[in-house]
């Protein structure tokens, strides 16, 4: 074995979807500061180039790609540029998905389910196709899904998102099952973390109220942080503490699942 911490990321390239905001700049920075090196897409240049910025500002080694994940030849050019310029990649976090405003079911559209499914399960298997052989070949590979409670708790509003999370967590056990045997794990994570969506105090009373009342009755109380609840949960499944954990869906929402 080897004499190096079993969580330590320090070398290893990581590629995060929607990378520039919330939760997947929560993510890059925390294992950026764990000396991981760091590969960010988002759909906007200025966005991307503004988190990357920020990324390099705090001595992290980062790489931002444009990209749209419900692109599957440009999920396969992410690897091939993630590949020439740091020369590996050992892990995935799938975070990037587009979302709708809430829609009773009666009055879901086709393109809404279009939407959520090309960008949600669909842009998640482009990327986890085009990263495989190169985990493979090293017999080494660590992926991490991102979901919503909202599938489990069906949540009214939210059915296509809810649905398309539903199928990035059944890719996520077939992926475990399909590539375990080459070194690769394969974890999904449900994250509470809104806080980059909250209103600013002041500026809208019943959104604030609606905002607040999700944490209610959260046995925490309080939203998840980005950096500090999301990103340590996501590093651990990165990392090589984790290699015997695979097909699994870990709920970081400070409890808020087991609201009735």
């Known amino acids: 074995m080897s004499s190096a911490p079993l969580n330590d ?10 990378g520039t905001r919330g939760i997947g700049l929560g993510v890059a920075r925390h ?7 760091v590969v960010i897409t988002g759909r ?26 419900a692109n599957r030849d440009r999920s396969f050019d992410v690897v091939s540029e ?10 995935l976090v799938l975070n990037a998905q587009s979302f709708r405003p809430v829609t009773p079911l009666l009055d879901v559209t086709e393109s ?3 939407l959520l499914f090309d960008t949600g399960p669909k842009g998640a298997l482009w990327l986890m196709q085009a990263a495989q052989p190169h985990m493979a070949a090293n017999n080494w590979g660590r992926i991490v899904t991102m979901g919503t409670s909202m599938g489990l708790t069906g949540a009214s ?22 590539w375990g045997r080459d070194g690769i794990t394969v974890n999904c994570v449900l994250p509470a973390s809104a806080g980059h969506r909250a209103p600013v105090a002041g500026s809208d009373p019943a959104r604030e109220a609606a905002f607040a009342s999700m944490y209610d009755d959260n046995p925490v109380g309080r939203d ?17 503490g984790s290699r015997y954990v695979t097909g699994q869906t870990i709920s970081v929402d400070g409890g808020g699942i087991m609201r009735p």
Do not use: H, Q, W
């Open 112 to 114: 809404d389910m279009n």
């Open 31 to 37: 294992i950026g500061a764990l000396d991981a090196k």
């Open 157 to 178: 509003g939210y059915g296509p998102y809810a649905a398309s999370n539903e199928a990035i967590r059944s890719l996520t056990r077939t992926a475990a099952r399909e």
């Open 82 to 91: 993630t590949l020439a310029r740091f020369g590996r990649i050992d892990g």
């Open 44 to 69: 906007k240049p200025e966005r991307l180039a503004e988190a990357a910025s920020f990324l390099e500002s705090e001595g992290i080694d980062c790489l931002g790609l444009v990209a749209d994940v």
């Open 9 to 18: 990321l320090a070398g290893r390239v990581v590629i995060i979807t929607g």
């Open 224 to 240: 998840g942080d980005a950096v500090d609840d999301i990103g340590p949960a996501v590093a651990f499944l990165l990392s090589d």
